[in-house]
């Protein structure tokens, strides 16, 4: 199983242009998350999903927008890049949420926002 | 909101020393976390705690969650280079399974 992987690894793009990050997990799991981590503030859920088809906000949703048309990916987007949004960006995924189930992550999207 | 306090924030220690690291919480903790992750990877799952007072191990790593609930430790017996990397602690967010808060991590640094 390759787990939980994440495409691209590396990216820069100029403030206004698009772009999605596409998180792909192999282990049949239902939930879906993508987080975001900055320096000194940790991890920080952006959006997730609790099933094919559907999706919530997370704490910081503004900015991003996600879709889970199929239940082993899940998009984040970014429709207008802002410097703000320079981070490091991980999705996990967990066979289900309770308060037992562990979150696997994937290694990681380095975004620059110039 | 629930918010995680890590301390410290950073740790250098000499290798074979023993280190704690803490995770304060200001809210009651239902289910706690804790994560590993090495520079420019992703994180690795440690541990869970859930009830009070549990107390769990993995070679040579322990977590505590205390009694009330608001706070877990991580100690590491006899470091190793292999020990360093950042450590998170990782909660439930009260009220919402699906919501998740992390502490600002612990960068750990072993000197051999």
């Known amino acids: 199983n390759a787990g939980v992987t994440q495409t691209p690894k590396f990216r820069v793009l100029k403030t206004g242009q698009s772009m999605t990050l596409l998180c792909a997990q192999d282990?049949?799991?239902?939930?879906m998350y993508w987080y975001r981590q900055d320096p000194g503030m940790g991890l920080r859920l952006i959006h997730y999903?609790?099933?094919?088809?559907?999706?919530a906000k997370g704490e910081v949703p503004d900015g991003y927008n996600v879709s889970r048309l199929k239940k082993q990916n899940f998009l984040l987007g970014l429709e207008s890049a802002a410097p703000s949004q320079t981070s490091v960006y991980f999705c996990?995924?967990?066979?289900?949420?309770?308060?037992?189930?562990?979150?696997?992550f994937g290694p990681g999207t380095r975004l620059t926002v110039l | 909101s629930q918010e995680l306090e890590q301390s410290p924030q950073s740790l250098i220690v000499q290798e074979g020393k023993n280190l704690t690291i803490n995770c304060t919480s200001s809210?009651?903790?239902?289910?706690l976390y804790w994560y590993k992750q090495k520079y420019g990877e992703g994180l690795i799952f440690l541990m869970m705690?859930?009830?009070?007072?549990e107390e769990k191990s993995h070679e040579k790593i322990t977590a505590k969650l205390d009694e009330k609930k608001q706070q877990s430790s991580l100690h590491i017996t006899a470091s190793q280079p292999s020990h360093a990397g950042i450590y998170l602690c990782?909660?439930?967010?009260?009220?919402?399974?699906?919501?998740?808060?992390f502490g600002a991590g612990t960068r750990l640094t072993v000197k051999p």
């Open positions: 996990a995924s967990s066979y289900a949420r309770v308060r037992t189930d562990t979150q696997y």
């Open positions: 282990m049949n799991h239902e939930y």
């Open positions: 999903s609790v099933g094919e088809g559907t999706t």
């Open positions: 809210k009651t903790l239902y289910g």
């Open positions: 705690l859930q009830k009070g007072g």
């Open positions: 990782g909660a439930d967010k009260v009220g919402n399974n699906n919501d998740m808060r």
